[in-house]
């Protein structure tokens, strides 16, 4: 009827999902056993002990969540939020859109605090709102933002939260692996992030963390949780909270079993480098790429104190076509970078730098490529400046 | 910090995830491309082809939903169901019980239809109660029970459901690709599944697929869904059913990519086989196996006329350890099978025979295994019996 599915081979430097190591891929592709094996009942526990380390919580309550990042959003709203809450929300792009949407669908009100594309939450904005809404139960935001390559000062936010002894929501999904997270220092009470991102692990699954308060505040709701799928109390007892009932794991739902073989994987790989490492090596590739992007001429987005190392939002110059330059690049070189989404759509381009991405081979080849594309369209360019400049940022910072 | 996880080799024939095929953990393994790749969106649309022929349905909003066969239920109850609405349930398992949960939580009225699990729904049941509850929206029940082993008449009960122009909401997770299933033909509106059953696929993505009189429902629902990920309205923009804006995908969330390449080359598989073809195989397994079975001297839970041919379940005889059976088979053979849940815990064992292991090789070793492990705790037993009986009766059925 079809055929087999080939798919082509590509250098995926957009929003994610990177490219996936070989030993991830392989890990991925290994015998399927049972949800209720033995081995896999190790493998999820390893799991468990890996994330906590990358999230830096001691929180009983960690674990992936059998689906995207978008349903791990949900997980932290549809268990914290009751009809009536309020729920105060960072917009900044995208994701905190989707937040103040998850609010309102379960009868929450949600308080926007927004600032413009491009540019961050801060702690003051928090505070203030804070101030002229005293019956705010939550404060939720997005630690980095992936649709505009912004990334908030969560360690600051939270403090204001804590102070007032809220709750607070953070979507971690571009940030984990790939900038300092300290859920346990900074006070965070739920989190959430995705497997395709700086984990480097194929997407489907959303890493989650619940503090003790968060587990207290779901225990003592007034209404029940509308989603069977996504409730705490139910998913704690197969992922091995449940001291309470001796420890014994009960089923919930299947396990998406190879998914788990493949984010245990890619957590052994981050976690043999080093978080504080591959913190470093993010931000040195960053800086690279924008040594190169600023020699050609270009602008970044993003005002230097809050741009996000692993995705970089540039600016379209004058007179240039932007999709066909992405089109340009995925059908001639197999390099796939993003869009601008939203207010931004045609007016940027965003280059991921996401796990294995995040290295100055890959940020020369891009920048290599991208100059083509562009000079092919007839901009001004010194072909490989870019690269040279950007290898020579990255020399001054080993 | 940990070794890298090897998966102990299994022969699954529990209640899923079945043992899936080489070609299709190959694919599976394939390296990663973007979720809007143009390579990916054609696979999208091969799958969306092949999954309507599996279903047996022109419905356009046929789909995988990228998470588990709960989450595929969920989503069709979070579409359809608004608080105060009456869901008549039919519950004769775990699975209907969880479709009540479903109810409640989404704030409708469940009214319950039981029989005892073992037992099939029947239409009779379903007409009896729809003459006493004139008020009631959705017909909801499950095809094949997981849990017992037992298959109800989908055809039937959807007949009286659409002879009052009723919903019909299906569970077909277990039963699909595994007995016929005619989605159009029987009048279903919304029918969920899920991967790792018949379907031979890796555990993680839930087939669904609704009708156009149920999206006409979603359409003109009073109240908004509470779920942002399993919203149908917006999943739909995504994977195409979008002729209104004019057919352009808008992003939703990030694929699960690399579990859509298995599930491509699974349904390939699948139809490859042709499915009349499937259904048969499946059948002839299982009538070997209860044929094996009970020349043991052993009983099947479930009547002749409503047992599901691919999940098994076989009454535990008297001074047998259930648990220490399937300890036996796991560990000294690498054999899983399943344990009974709820009221059926420690009465029953569950045999699964899914995708590639409704053969009679898998058959007649599972049975032999099996009377190995019963003659170990004295079970009085010809140890070879079973496996000839199974290959006699397989053979008279070609």
Redesign the interface.
Known sequence: ??D???????I?M?P??T??PE?V???????????L????MT?MD?IK??LQTVFNTQNQLTMPI??????G??SCF?NLVEPGDEVLVGVNGVFGG?MV??V???GGKAIVVESPWGQAITPQQIATALDQHPKVKIVAFVHAETSTGVLSDAEGICKEAQSRSLLTIVDMVTSLAGVEVNVDDWGIDAAYS?S?KCLAC???LSPVTFSDKAIEVIKNRKT??????LDKTLVMAYWGNNAERGGARS?????????L?AL??SL?LL??EGLTASWTRHRNAHLALVAGIESMGLNMLVDIEHRLPQLNTIKVPANINEAQVRNDL?QEQGL?IGAG?GSLAGKVWRIGLMGPNATIERVTICLDHFSQALAKQGFDIDINKASTQARKMHSSLQ
């Open positions: 009827m079809f087999r599915f080939i798919p082509p081979k590509r995926l957009g994610g999902p490219n996936v030993s891929l392989s890990a991925l592709g290994a015998p399927t056993v049972g949800h094996d033995p081995s896999f493998l390893e002990v890996m059998s689906a995207p990042g978008s349903a959003m949900e549809v989707r949407e998850n309102r669908r379960l995705g395709q194929v997407p489907g029940e949780v509308t989603s069977w799928f089923y919930h739902h299947t396990a998406p079993v190879n998914a073989y245990h994987e052994r976690l043999n995925l796939e989404l």
